[in-house]
Nanobody
Framework: QVQLVESGGGLVQAGDSLRLSCAAS????????MAWFRQAPGKERESVAA??????YYTDSVKGRFTISRDYAKNTVYLQMNSLKPEDTAVYYC?????????????????WGQGTQVTVSS
């Protein structure tokens, strides 16, 4: 059972930056597809970014502002968020998929973290 623990959320102003971290418990983390999703109040959970090997996916609204990366030695995946906007306000979730592949549907992911709140004020 893979455990994912997110950290790094908080309250910031528009234009600020935050870096989210997701620490995974599983040593086979290196073969997993890792992703970040977010869910705003009253909205469905949506994909933000995903990474597997050298491949990355970003949803259109964050392209050029967010960067997903991973540190294999630390079993950790990051989401660097720059130029934050009020519409980025959401609970951000880390997810892992054991079967690999660059996918961004939430139904394709096997493990989830508890989420971390990101609030961007205008």
């Amino acid at each position: 059972q893979v455990q994912l623990v997110e950290s790094g959320g908080g309250l910031v102003q528009a234009g600020d930056s935050l870096r989210l971290s997701c620490a995974a418990s599983e040593q086979t983390f290196s073969t997993y597809t890792m992703a970040w999703f977010r869910q705003a109040p009253g909205k469905e959970r949506e994909s933000v970014a995903a990474i597997v090997g050298a491949s990355r996916y970003y949803t259109d609204s964050v392209k050029g502002r967010f960067t997903i990366s991973r540190d294999y030695a630390k079993n950790t995946v990051y989401l660097q968020m720059n130029s934050l906007k009020p519409e980025d306000t959401a609970v951000y979730y880390c997810a892992a998929r054991s079967r690999g592949g660059l996918v961004y549907s939430l139904h394709e992911y096997d493990y989830w973290g508890q989420g971390t709140q990101v609030t961007v004020s205008s």
